[in-house]
Structures are given as structure tokens and as C-alpha cells.
């Protein structure tokens, strides 16, 4: 049983609160400060005590919910409810170790004698997944860094002047033949399952999921190219319609920035898919000087056209024994 606050309230009432195996916090009317939190709010809440709850949420439990979620909280636990009633609410809470649950809030009303009008608040979760607090430099499925921390991270590995870097670009291939044969869970678990199994191919680097099925490595240049052959085997491990696609880029000149080392090594895997049975391969200047080019053809296309220095020619098929 937890006095969430060091005023006194009657002794019955709480031991019949804590005694409901659902999470629950009880307000008095007009005041947004529990008075109480039951043992199973602080199990849910990963709280150790009252006291760090309540210094997490200062005081003010509509704090314990996802920013974006408190403001319609604070107007479902101010809003008038009629006797006998009770309002449901859909909503998220950050527990105090920053996990997410995704849960059903209740509240309702109800009078004591000695309490006088309490107001209660309870929720049960209603996702399977306990997801990581969303943050800028994590990508929440796989828990791995985003792009933007992988950048990051990037130029201060340089900075510190281990050696010599590579950088690794990982596309899969017929991933979405995953989705849509097995579904988006097994997708999912796929993602999660192939970062980790990353993580244990590079201990001495760094692995980020990029977005969808791309995902990128960090580590030192000496024996990447072996290790990278070891991801293609990782992916196709997991499903006979799974491949992936390797681009390297030796990240070797302070000229490069992170972002160019990153976009070359994606530039050579986009170019295995242009040679059969092609699976790794590193960046050359050539592919550079390919991609311009198209780059250009392709932004160029319409003004050559109505400025007539494309023309297009009539070529008749002839048969040669009829003329």
C-alpha cells in the first residue's frame, strides 16, 4: 500500500484499493495529485518507490503519460462524470526506466464516507509490444541507432583515430515477400532478429537501421570484406525468399564527410543488383561517374527535347526477299 503524498486518508479505503489486481491511483475531486498509487501502478510504472514516481512526475500524475498524450488526459481526469459512470481513454504511459506501454485508461467516480468524492484512474494494457520511449537517436523497432545518431557517431569515431573505417550499406532484398507472405510481425521480428545478430558480426563497430530494410555498419577496414560476405549468410539464414546486397566504402580520407561515406557504400550496393549473382561489392570512382551521368540524363531529358537536339528517326523493316 503507497501514500503517494504525505496527507493522511482513511486507512479502509486504501486497503481495498491496493487489494484490485489492476493498476489504479485515486484522486480526490478537482485535484490532479494522487493521494494513493496501488503496488500494481508502481510495477507497471517500473517505480521502485512512491517517492520516485512521484519526484519522475512532479507531483502531477498526468506527467507519467507520453507528451503528447497529456493534455487529453488532463481534461478526461478534470471532466464531469455522471454517477455510475465511467470514461475509457486510449493513450500511452513512460514508465520510469523510459519503456512505453500502450494502454486503456478508466476513470471514474466514487463516494466514501470519510474520503468524501474520489475520482479513480486505472489502466490495462492493450499492446503487446513494449516499445522504447521514441527518441531522435534510436530507431524504435530494432532499438539500434537512427541514421541521424549513426552520422553522428560517425565523426567522432574519426576524431579518435583508430585506423582506418569502412563503411558498410545493407539492403534486403524481397523483404517485402516477407511482409506480405507472412506478415508484418514476422517482419518485424526479422528486422529486430538481423540487427542483433549485426551487432554480434561487428562487436568492434557499430550497426544502424536506417529505414526499412537498409541498414549500415561502421567498423575498421582491416577483414570487413570477409565479415561482410558473413551478412549475406545471416539474412538468408532466416528465409529461402531472403537475400541482401553489400556496399563497401573505405572511409579513408578526411575530405569525405560521413554523409558522402554513407551515400558511396549505398551506391555500391544499388550496383549489385546491376550484375548477376553479384552480392558485395566496393565504390568505385567509375560508379560515381555512372551515376552522374545518368543523373544528368535524366534531368536533362525534357530540355533536349524541345530544344531539338534529340531527333527521332523512321526506321523501316524490310524483308529481303520481298523488298
Same mark, same amino acid.
Given at each position: ?16 484499493? =491496493? ?43 498526468? =506527467? ?23 470514461? =475509457? ?89 516477407? =511482409? ?144
Amino acid at each position: 500500500m503507497s501514500d503517494f503524498s504525505n496527507q493522511s486518508s482513511p486507512g479502509e479505503l486504501k486497503r481495498v484499493l =491496493n487489494a484490485l489486481p489492476e493498476a489504479l491511483c485515486a484522486f480526490r475531486q478537482g485535484e490532479s495529485r494522487p493521494f494513493f498509487v496501488n503496488s500494481a501502478w508502481l510495477r507497471k510504472m517500473e517505480a521502485s518507490s512512491v517517492n520516485e514516481l512521484c519526484a519522475r512526475c512532479f507531483g502531477n500524475i498526468v =506527467n507519467c503519460l507520453h507528451p503528447d498524450d497529456r493534455a487529453r488526459a488532463a481534461e478526461y481526469l478534470s471532466a464531469p462524470i455522471e454517477d455510475g459512470g465511467s470514461r =475509457n481513454m486510449d493513450c500511452r504511459v513512460v514508465t520510469s526506466k523510459g519503456n512505453v506501454l500502450r494502454v486503456r485508461m478508466n476513470f471514474r467516480n466514487m463516494a466514501d464516507p470519510k474520503a468524501g468524492a474520489v475520482r479513480l484512474c486505472s489502466f490495462l494494457e492493450i499492446g503487446d509490444a513494449l516499445l522504447k520511449a521514441p527518441s531522435e537517436e534510436t530507431d524504435p523497432l530494432t532499438g539500434l541507432p537512427s541514421l541521424h545518431a549513426f552520422i553522428q557517431a560517425m565523426e567522432e569515431r574519426r576524431k579518435e583515430g583508430r585506423g582506418s573505417l569502412a563503411v558498410l550499406f545493407i539492403d534486403i532484398v524481397n523483404f517485402r515477400l516477407l =511482409n506480405l507472405h507472412k506478415g508484418v510481425s514476422s517482419g518485424d521480428m526479422f528486422l529486430k532478429s538481423f540487427g542483433q545478430r549485426l551487432k554480434r558480426l561487428f562487436p568492434d563497430g557499430m550497426v544502424s537501421h536506417f529505414d526499412a530494410d537498409h541498414f549500415a555498419v561502421l567498423a575498421p577496414a582491416e577483414g570487413i570484406d570477409d565479415r561482410a560476405g558473413e551478412v549475406r549468410d545471416i539474412a538468408r539464414c532466416f528465409s529461402s525468399s531472403i537475400d541482401a546486397t553489400v556496399g563497401k566504402c573505405a572511409w579513408d580520407s578526411d575530405l569525405t564527410s560521413a554523409e558522402l561515406a554513407c551515400s558511396r557504400a549505398k551506391m555500391a550496393s544499388d550496383e549489385c543488383r546491376r550484375h548477376d549473382n553479384t552480392f558485395f561489392l566496393s565504390f568505385t570512382p567509375q560508379m560515381g561517374q555512372r551515376l552522374e551521368i545518368s543523373e544528368y540524363v535524366a534531368t536533362s531529358i525534357d530540355t533536349a527535347i524541345s530544344r531539338g537536339w534529340i531527333k527521332v528517326y523512321y526506321q523501316p523493316i524490310i524483308r529481303s526477299l520481298t523488298g
